[in-house]
T-cell receptor
Framework: GAVVSQHPSWVICKSGTSVKIECRSLDFQATTMFWYRQFPKQSLMLMATSNEGSKATYEQGVEKDKFLINHASLTLSTLTVTSAHPEDSSFYIC???????????FGAGTRLSVL | AQSVTQPDIHITVSEGASLELRCNYSYGATPYLFWYVQSPGQGLQLLLKYFSGDTLVQGIKGFEAEFKRSQSSFNLRKPSVHWSDAAEYFCAVGGTGTASKLTFGTGTRLQVTL
């Protein structure tokens, strides 16, 4: 199956700093990438959808200036959490979708802890 | 709006016993349906999907699911559970359009006793 690599798997940062999370499709071209947030013991909540070369589409209630998404190539998307605060601590998961429409392949997730 | 309900938050079964995880969906048209599994601290792995055709779909790791349109259900089954199946299971519904969003259920945590 298709592989999506997400890095880092775990990051700790100080409040007020920015953190970048990378999501790479290793063996397919991800025309669309999705970013999710998952709180402990809860489901995945879609944050935004990005298409290669286009601006991301954010879900209602997600601050686009805080969660910057870049999808500059067909194999790489990044999520930058700007001026992170403790309430941004969460598990962030990306997924990529390629030619096999409607099938998303997920990364292993990034646990963000903001002190 | 599309939605998914997984009525069982937590299920415990004995190793070797059969398993059925329930999933009900709400969608305005014919949905695409998915089951994903998540191990602790990990991403999601696709177990199986239903797009069209045969309503009984086979997936990886011995799992199967049956789409029942009349009941708006897509229950996941396995005839004999292994201890390694302990994980969180998510049902999801998506549309048929390009780059269609997935809506996930709240998940069912499966515990397997030896």
């Amino acid at each position: 199956g298709a592989v999506v690599s997400q890095h880092p798997s775990w990051v700790i940062c100080k409040s007020g700093t920015s953190v970048k999370i990378e999501c790479r499709s290793l063996d397919f071209q991800a025309t669309t990438m999705f970013w999710y947030r998952q709180f402990p013991k809860q489901s995945l909540m879609l944050m935004a959808t990005s298409n290669e070369g286009s601006k991301a589409t954010y879900e209602q209630g997600v601050e686009k200036d805080k969660f910057l998404i870049n999808h500059a190539s067909l194999t790489l998307s990044t999520l930058t959490v700007t001026s992170a605060h403790p309430e941004d601590s969460s598990f962030y998961i990306c997924s990529g979708q390629g030619n096999r429409r409607n099938i998303q392949y997920f990364g292993a997730g990034t646990r963000l802890s903001v002190l | 709006a599309q939605s998914v309900t997984q009525p069982d938050i937590h299920i415990t079964v004995s190793e070797g016993a059969s398993l059925e995880l329930r999933c009900n969906y709400s969608y305005g048209a014919t949905p695409y349906l998915f089951w994903y599994v998540q191990s602790p601290g990990q991403g999601l792995q696709l177990l199986l999907k239903y797009f069209s055709g045969d309503t009984l779909v086979q997936g990886i790791k011995g799992f199967e699911a049956e789409f029942k349109r009349s009941q708006s259900s897509f229950n996941l089954r396995k005839p004999s559970v292994h201890w390694s199946d302990a994980a969180e299971y998510f049902c999801a519904v998506g549309g048929t359009g390009t780059a269609s969003k997935l809506t996930f259920g709240t998940g069912t945590r499966l515990q397997v006793t030896l």
